[in-house]
């Protein structure tokens, strides 16, 4: 079964430090995979996609077939990162599938 | 300006009431999807429909229906049988069902019980 994991509930970095929101998936195909981003009062927004390989407000996420991962990283975390991030896959014919999501707070 | 509009934000419910959460989207999408947000929990699909007129059961479809005789417009019901509705609910769209394409949320609606 498609399942999407993101281990933590609640990631706490100091602004400046990096930071690694991570996610793992489980799925026999070659899914799509999403990262989207909550910020406080705001509605659920994509923040980035494999096939773009952009870097979105400092953020990148890099495929990991063997280890099936999609974790985003981003250098040095500011205050407005603050937000739940939620990691998602697709495939051709099927419905996304969310994992859990991760708070991240940016302490000042 | 093109998106996803739901009402109302917030929603309140008393024992035994079916209430409706309206959905609405100028972006000429196709399909469009209902998802209930709890904490911990992330998004799970309650149903999803892929043209007019046509709509499936998601994940934990038991307590909610949907209509979608519009393309514009896919409300959800939650009825009596839904005994723990409390809860964020969001709508989304995409163009078209079955792509790789990302989906468009609205801002939500918070049901709570009275």
């Known amino acids: 079964a498609q399942r999407v994991t993101q281990p933590e509930k609640l990631l706490s970095v100091f602004k400046g430090a990096p930071v690694e929101l991570k996610c793992n998936y489980s799925?026999?195909?070659?899914?799509?995979l999403f990262w989207y981003v909550q910020y406080s009062r705001q509605r659920l927004q994509l923040l980035l996609r494999?096939?773009s390989r952009e870097s979105i407000k400092g953020f990148t996420a890099d495929l990991n077939k063997g280890e099936t991962s999609f974790h985003l990283k981003k250098p040095f975390a500011q205050e407005e990162d603050s937000a739940m991030y939620y990691c998602a896959l697709i495939n051709y014919g099927q419905n996304f599938v969310f994992g859990p999501g991760t708070r991240l707070s940016v302490l000042p | 300006d093109g998106g996803i509009t739901q009402s109302p934000k917030y929603l309140f419910r008393k024992e035994g009431q079916n209430v409706t959460l309206s959905c609405e989207q100028n972006?000429?999408?196709?399909?469009m999807y209902w998802y209930r947000q709890d904490p911990g929990q992330g998004l799970r699909l309650i149903y999803y429909s892929q043209i007019v007129n046509d709509f499936q059961k998601g994940d934990i479809a038991e307590g909610y229906s949907v209509s979608r005789e519009k393309k514009e417009s896919f409300p959800l019901t939650v009825t009596s049988a839904q005994k723990n509705p409390t809860a964020f609910y969001l709508c989304?769209?995409?163009?078209?069902?079955?792509?790789?394409?990302?989906?468009?949320f609205g801002d939500g609606t918070r049901l709570s019980i009275l």
């Open positions: 972006l000429n999408h196709d399909a």
């Open positions: 494999h096939i």
């Open positions: 799925y026999s195909g070659s899914p799509e």
């Open positions: 989304a769209s995409t163009p078209r069902a079955g792509g790789l394409q990302p989906q468009h």
